[in-house]
């Protein structure tokens, strides 16, 4: 048995019901989990003395707005002898986006998380110290969700050259 | 013009006032260090031997902008650096000129979207564009010698 | 801004802070201090802000975000070739690896085989990339802390390999050379000829930069000690690259999780002991070495063949095919107006920049356009651990801290 079925084998005999779905896509394996027994799923899978996923390369989200439920969170795990690569996705909902902290078993989740509240909005409960890390500390709205325009300013032609510069604001002396 | 044929071999050079000072600001203009981004490993490169600005008097970057004549804003600007971007350029003292450096610090360059302020000219007046992502050394160079052309140009009215 | 908007801005920011500091900031027996975005050791637009006792730190914050740029969204709205030529201008030092990484992962997605001669220069360009990168932190690290005269130095041998960028490309820093399926175009002559120069000139150069700072007492006392971490706290903070090598721990993802026909070479992996800024030094300089050995193995067995893979509905015909050929100039016009469509799914892979793993987790969604680009960047996560490296040091021990990580705002702020 590869350690991926191991590991597989061993996530639904804890969680039974807990594991919608396991994919594997491109040679990569992602288990689709409940979002209330994520930080569990990581624990677990950290902690157990046959599955040592210790490693957490990556935390992101993607936003799938406007089908529901929108927000998909990605763990990236990698267990490091082998090494194995391991990806833990949550499903949350827009109304309801809050997920407990990962920052307990994984120590560099913090930054991460940090990112996804400031990016997405989707708060961390019991995160440290969770404020906006890359956007000024009071922007608003939330730059990655699909909702939330680019914010271009449009490419000045002949044809509206006056009209862009009348409202541009240029600085004074 | 006649003075100095009647004081002969005595090294005495008569100009006037607009062109001494020109000469004297345009030679020894001191940049002030705030490299950004990309544009600041090539500000970098041109200071460095194969590109020598040293020639021109401009080698020693200041970091403090109470020391500097001249800010390359070489970069992108974010929204969130441009108070402080702002802030530099008032503490700079009288005369002081501003060279935008690259696509990014002239117009906002590739990015265009929420995080860049499309044009370094909303927050600072610029008085040299310079294209390029990134320019290149001579490039820059070139910038410079266009304001070192522009400063000489300037008249008493300007700046008495 | 106006100057009441400013003012509000900043006070914002002071009460959010109170919770970092100890208790004896607030009764005035610590300092706050502000190392501000705009200082000539921070590498970049870093803002720490330190609580100082005296001149030892009691705490220090990163506050990042002054050079957010947007690209993750940004990328979203373009195709996926147009996206290419923002990757370059994340980690600025690093730039053909930042599109290595990004067509790997678009040919991942896409399962897009790429040729193996693409696949050579890809590794030779990258490992070039790799020294230059190095040169700029060997020069600014040590321009930092002991000496100035290896900044010029090293800054007139990434000359040589901008010249070669040049020659490849025609841009010295922003190629975009590497794309998805292989490479713009291929090699000119003279290429191979231009980089065994370089590789015979630089090896001397190394000898001289290391008799200069290894054995030099100024170096060895401002290096050795300072910014210790031990190699199970670096795992646990996620630190990867040349940090988490110093502190003693072979992970490399060139050799852990090989990509892009770095299976073929045979290179050393060099490893620190004590975790301090000197082992990560001797790592580094250790690993300009290893890669002029990549090199050299590369352009011993660079094979013949096409560099950009045949796959039409991926790849660009050669213009000579779009005079004669129908499918050639409709597979052109297609790849130009709307771009080549992605499957649904998400793929993650990783290459090692040098900094540390850099990853992209690619999202696609059936359209030609990402739906959505992460890119997991060394810098960010190694800046993490900043704070606890820098406890009880002097705050100019910080200045040598920051350079040893070697981070490039780029890279953090995205």
Not at chain 1, 124 to 143: C, S, T
Not at chain 3, 242 to 267: C, T
Not at chain 3, 305 to 329: F, H, I, Q
């Amino acid at each position: 048995m590869t350690y991926i079925e191991k590991t597989v084998t061993a996530l639904k005999e804890k969680f039974g019901d807990a594991i919608e779905q396991v994919a594997v896509f491109r040679g990569e394996t992602t288990a689709w989990v409940k979002k209330e027994v994520v930080v569990e799923v990581l624990r677990f899978l950290k902690e157990s003395p046959d599955l040592r996923y210790t490693f957490l390369a990556d935390l992101t989200a993607y936003d799938d707005w406007p089908e529901e439920p929108r927000f998909k969170v990605a763990y990236q795990l990698r267990e490091m002898t082998g090494p194995v690569n391991f990806r833990v996705t949550c499903a949350v909902h827009g109304d309801d986006a809050e997920l407990p902290t990962a920052t307990g078993v994984h120590l560099n989740a913090n930054w991460h998380e940090r990112e996804v509240f400031d990016m997405f909005g989707i708060k961390f409960v019991g995160h440290p110290d969770l404020r906006r890390i890359l956007m000024p500390a009071d922007w608003g709205g939330h730059p990655l969700r699909k909702d939330y325009p680019l914010g271009y300013e449009e490419v000045e032609f002949t044809f509206n050259f006056d009209e862009i510069e009348k409202k541009k604001p240029y600085a004074k002396e | 013009m006649g003075l100095e044929q009647k004081l002969g071999n005595m090294g005495v050079v008569t100009t006037t006032l607009e062109t001494a000072v020109n000469w004297g600001r345009t030679n020894a203009m001191w940049p002030m260090l705030f490299g950004l981004a990309c544009c600041a490993i090539e500000m970098i490169s041109t200071v460095m031997p194969n590109n020598d600005l040293s020639r021109f008097g401009m080698e020693l970057m200041r970091a403090s902008p109470r020391q500097s004549d001249l800010m390359i804003v070489a970069g992108r600007v974010s929204r969130k650096m441009a108070p402080v971007l702002r802030r530099l350029y008032d503490q700079m003292p009288d005369p002081k000129w501003v060279i935008a450096m690259g696509d990014c610090a002239a117009c906002g360059g590739v990015f265009n979207n929420y995080a860049i302020v499309q044009g370094v000219d909303e927050v600072v007046p610029v008085d040299v564009y310079v294209a390029g992502c990134p320019p290149r050394p001579e490039a820059l160079m070139h910038g410079i010698l266009t304001l070192h052309e522009k400063v000489k140009k300037e008249k008493i009215k300007d700046w008495a | 801004m106006t100057a009441e908007a400013e003012h509000q801005l900043l006070e914002a920011t002071v009460d959010e802070l109170k919770h970092l500091f100890s208790p004896r900031a607030e009764t005035g027996e610590t300092m706050v201090l502000n190392m501000g975005p705009q200082h000539p050791s921070t590498h970049g637009v870093l803002r720490l802000i330190v609580e100082l006792d005296g001149e030892i730190i009691v705490n220090a914050v990163p506050d990042i975000g002054y050079l957010h740029t947007g690209v993750e969204k940004n990328m979203e709205a373009k195709t996926f070739l147009k996206a290419l030529v923002m990757t370059d201008r994340l980690d600025y030092l690093n730039t053909m690896g930042n599109n290595l990484v990004y067509c790997l992962a678009i040919e991942k997605l896409m399962d897009v085989h790429v040729p193996p001669r693409a696949q050579t220069i890809r590794v030779i360009l990258a490992e070039l990339q790799r020294i230059a990168s190095h040169l700029v932190w060997l020069g600014t690290h040590s321009a930092d802390i002991a000496s100035q005269s290896v900044l010029f130095y090293c800054f007139r041998e990434r000359e040589r390999i901008m010249d070669i960028c040049e020659m490849v490309s025609g841009q010295r820093m922003m190629t975009s050379y590497i794309r998805p399926g292989g490479l713009w175009r291929d090699v000119p002559a003279g290429f191979e000829e231009a980089v065994r120069d370089f590789l015979n000139y630089l090896p001397a150069k190394l000898d001289d930069y290391e008799a200069l700072l290894s054995r030099n007492p100024i170096w060895l006392d401002r290096t050795q000690g300072i910014g210790v971490i031990d190699g199970e706290t670096a795992l646990a903070w996620g630190i990867t690259g040349p940090s988490l090598r110093g502190s003693g721990v072979n992970f490399d993802v060139r050799k852990a999780m090989p990509y892009g026909g770095y299976e073929q070479y045979e290179f050393d992996v060099p490893l620190g002991q004590n975790g301090d800024v000197y082992d990560r030094y001797l790592c580094r300089m250790q690993e300009f070495r290893q890669s002029i050995r990549i090199i050299d193995q590369a352009l011993g067995k660079l094979p013949k063949g096409l560099v950009m893979t045949d796959n039409r509905k991926v790849a660009p015909p050669p213009r000579s095919e779009l005079g004669t050929s129908m499918e050639a100039l409709i597979h052109h016009f297609k790849l130009w107006t709307e771009g080549f469509s992605a499957p649904k799914g998400e793929v993650y892979v990783a290459t090692e920049s040098p900094r540390g793993e850099l990853g992209v987790f690619l999202a696609g969604n059936g359209g030609p356009r990402p739906h959505r680009v992460h890119f997991r960047t060394p810098s960010f996560v190694n800046l993490q651990a900043l704070p606890l490296m820098s406890k009880d040091h002097f705050v100019a021990d910080v200045v040598g801290i920051i350079g040893s990580i070697d981070i490039v705002l780029g890279d953090v702020d995205r």
